[in-house]
């Protein structure tokens, strides 16, 4: 089944019929607003009491937030980018070794969101990594290529500490102890999901991705999701 990978296929020059929308559900690009204000916080100011009002306005007023100077080593991010297109870049047969469509699997490479109760598929490969505790899933995760471990576990310990720090800051500007989001949510399951996007032919049709300025279109898109049991702030 891993031959429904769209990394399989090094140029799609047409959309398979299985990904075209509706009319009703296609994207409006033509309604995109490109100057759009999107909050943006630098979590390096030194005046923190700035920093949580702006955290408060923007999830008043907007409901979400972009955030500058987060800590996260630039060089660790270039380093999960480069090593998740590597992965996606790897010969079929290798990959084929991770493909599962069971979404209740802990560590998964599939296709689209759930491949096995859609009719129209989303234009995304992904692999999936549950990540907390790290010492419990790291051996089933891909040997190859040979730094995937290592680099991808540093990366979710900065991105995890990046999460708490956020949540701290949020409870701070509802009036709560800083600790309080973090110590209500307790020890819950993490993941992270390294979304692959290959440069559609016709994005207006799906949800695809225009072109990137990664492998000619096709970019990896690290992601990081807490995900709780309940219903909870969480991070992507």
Known sequence: MADRLLSTVPHHHSL????????SQRPRLAEVISDAHVPAVDLSSPDKSHVIAQIADACRSYGFFQVLNHGVPVELMVKMMVIALEF??????????????DPARKMRLSTSFNIRKETVH????YLR?????????????PSNPSSFKEVASAYCKEVR?????????????????????????????QHMAVNYYPKCPQPQLTYGSQTRPMDRGASPTPRLRHQHRR????IE
Do not use: T
């Open 122 to 125: 989303n234009w995304r490969d």
């Open 161 to 189: 500490q990046l999460g708490f720090r956020l949540l701290g800051a949020i409870s701070l500007s509802l009036g709560l102890e800083e600790k309080y989001m973090e110590e209500v949510l307790g020890e819950q399951e």
């Open 231 to 234: 219903p909870a702030a969480g």
């Open 88 to 101: 996606f870049r790897l010969p079929p047969e290798e990959k084929a070794k991770h493909y599962s469509d």
């Open 16 to 23: 398979p019929e299985n990904y075209i929308r509706p009319e």
């Open 129 to 141: 990594l549950h990540c907390y505790p790290l010492e419990d899933y790291v051996p089933e995760w």
